[in-house]
């Protein structure tokens, strides 16, 4: 039933299923992150320097070691800001969810006042056909 919160209603669900999405996405990202992080420690672990060979080489080795290092370390920092988000999210979601809660509790009172209105209505109507039908068979009886 359409009351004067159902518009009202329909946004807030609406800003609900947004704040939900994006939570999916920041939670889709994070274990990406994390399978990368997971992926560059194994690399990490099975990295061997060389022991002997050309200067140059070994050089090379070291920037590639420190490269991943520094790789798992922003993406590190990359999951530690994402799960900010998330908790902000969390946040977000959690007051929308009460706004939500709140409008919806309206609208029920709302539906419950109309529903009461309708039926004082119909039971008006029902004794004004019954008094009619009433006065309808007294005037034949009289006839």
Do not use: C, P, W
Request: a neutral charge; charged letters at 45%; proline letters at 0%.
């Amino acid at each position: 039933m359409k009351t004067k919160f159902s518009d009202l209603l329909k946004i807030k669900d609406r800003k609900l299923k947004e704040i939900e999405k994006k939570i999916s996405l920041v939670i889709a990202d994070i274990d990406t992150i994390k399978k990368d992080i997971e992926d560059i420690e194994s690399e990490i672990k099975e990295f061997k320097s060389a022991l002997s060979g050309e200067f140059a080489l070994y050089q090379i080795q070291k920037s590639f070691f420190t490269l991943m290092v520094e790789k798992k370390d922003k993406l590190q920092k990359d999951k530690t800001d994402l799960d900010m988000k998330l908790e902000l999210l969390k946040n977000e979601y959690k007051i929308a969810n009460i706004e939500y809660e709140k409008i919806a509790y309206l609208h029920k009172e709302e539906e419950k006042k109309l529903l009461e209105e309708l039926k004082v209505k119909e039971s008006k109507m029902m004794d004004e056909v019954a008094n009619i039908l009433f006065n309808k068979k007294g005037k034949e009886e009289y006839l």
